[in-house]
């Protein structure tokens, strides 16, 4: 047994040097002032203190609000698919959820350049739409497009938890349900959506964190002019050089972060003991 414990060191070697120490590094660049120099390190909370400016406070409740509405259309179309899914056979379970994870292989920059062929001026959408007789529609830089493009590169993250999810109950429960007199709306809303609410949390708080964190969809989608948390971030290290403030948002982001998986973690324990 101990042959085995040495060969994780390799692991946690690689960790510390990939993962610890570069969030070491971001925190410290949050709570410092300067530029990028270490050597004179000059402590700070005005990096925090900046993100309540009114610009920078309108760029966190427009990524909240895009990431709220992506969420709520994610969540309606994915358990409605998760659910048609559970009547099919294990086998074809399996299929299905493959296709749902299919997009997933593929690169998201590709993925958002085919919506980009799709939506734009002179696109298969606004052409096919030439061909019938019928105007054109300006779908791209817009709230539509951004929304677009971030449930369907989101979706299967909310498929996959609460199909998960909804495998688990057992179907005697709704016999008896059904025994007891409660018809089916009833059965569903007291017996399959509330066992599968774990899987919904999962889903909506995975769904959510990646769709105010993401940059590329934002970026091409809604061309440079939506300006979300994940594009700021970007913008502040890269372009703008002010690396303590972009690592002060992301010091919170990954706050946010280690808050929801606490909860995820917390659900399925909760889950985990009632079953």
Known sequence: MKYFVKLVRPYLIWSIVIVIIPLLLIVLYSVTTGGNDLINIQFTLDNFKKMAEPIYVAVFLKSFRLGLISVGICLVIGYILAYLITFFSEKVQNLLILFVTIPMWINTLLRTYAWISLLSDNGIINSVLEMLGMEPVAMMYTDFAVILGLISDLLP?????????????????HEAAMDLGANPFQTFWRV???????????????????????????????????????????NLFISVGDWNFGSAISVILAFIILIAITCMKRIDKETGEEE
């Open 157 to 173: 993250f909310m498929v996959i938890p609460i199909h998960t999810s909804l495998c688990k109950i057992d179907h005697s429960l």
């Open 192 to 234: 399959t959506f509330k066992l599968s609410t774990p899987g919904v949390l999962n889903g909506i708080i995975m769904t959510f964190l990646l769709s105010i964190s993401t940059f590329v969809i934002p970026k091409l989608l809604g061309g440079g002019q939506y300006m979300l948390i994940g594009n700021l971030i970007e």
